[in-house]
Structures are given as structure tokens and as C-alpha cells.
């Protein structure tokens, strides 16, 4: 069973940009796809941004396609997402989660989850 942490939250100014980690132990994360979730004061948890196991597929939610990526460090076991001109609508928990398969943008599909860090974007 792989175990998750994710890292490098914090407060930034609208305009600036973070790089959350995701870090697994107990498992190799090579053998998931990885994605990022969020879930902002007050809504539902939604769909960020995934990764495949190999690092080649990847998609983005519409709202953060073309100012973040995200992408994978197999040999240390992290997956990386930046998120560059970040306003206050992107401050929210940040969750990675890992699936044995291509899990797209279904939280179902996720089968193992982190506890999340906070990104706050100020105005």
C-alpha cells in the first residue's frame, strides 16, 4: 500500500507561483498514475491536473491548463505540480492521489490518498 505526503503549500500573492510535491512511501510510485485534487472554502473536492505511470499522458482541468504542470520524478518517487499566475479562485486544500490505472479526472478511480496542503493566494 503506498502512503502519500504532499508538501509546499503555502500563502502567495495572486500573480506568483507554487510547486506542490508528492511524495509516496511503502510502494513505488512508478506503478501509479498520479492526480492532484482541490478543494477550495465551502465546494466540493474537483478534479486538477493527472499524470500516467510513465510520465507521457498527462491533462489538466480546464481552469489551470496552460499555466501549470505537472510532472514526475520516478527515481525519487514525487510527483511535482506547478501552478504559475495564481489567483484567488486556486486557493484551496491540494490532495495528490494515487490509482493503479489511468485514473483521469474520477476521484473513484484514486484508491489511495494524501491529507493535503493549504494553498492560499492572496489578492
Known amino acids: 500500500q503506498v502512503s502519500l505526503v504532499e508538501s509546499g503549500g503555502g500563502l502567495v500573492q495572486a500573480g506568483g507561483s507554487l510547486r506542490l510535491s508528492c511524495t509516496a512511501s511503502?510502494?513505488?510510485?512508478?506503478?501509479?498514475?498520479v492526480g492532484w485534487f482541490r478543494q477550495a472554502p465551502g465546494k466540493e473536492r474537483e478534479f486538477a491536473a493527472t499524470?500516467?505511470?510513465?510520465?507521457?499522458?498527462?491533462f489538466y482541468r480546464n481552469s489551470i491548463q496552460g499555466r501549470s504542470i505537472i510532472s514526475r520524478d520516478n527515481a525519487k518517487n514525487t510527483v511535482y505540480l506547478q501552478i504559475n499566475s495564481l489567483n484567488p479562485e486556486d486557493t484551496a486544500v491540494y490532495y495528490c492521489?494515487?490509482?493503479?490505472?489511468?485514473?483521469?479526472?474520477?476521484?473513484?478511480?484514486?484508491?489511495?490518498w494524501g491529507q493535503g496542503t493549504q494553498v492560499t493566494v492572496s489578492s
Open positions: 511503502g510502494h513505488t510510485l512508478s506503478e501509479y498514475a
Open positions: 499524470i500516467g505511470r510513465s510520465g507521457l499522458q498527462t
Open positions: 492521489a494515487a490509482s493503479e490505472r489511468w485514473g483521469g479526472s474520477l476521484e473513484g478511480e484514486y484508491g489511495y
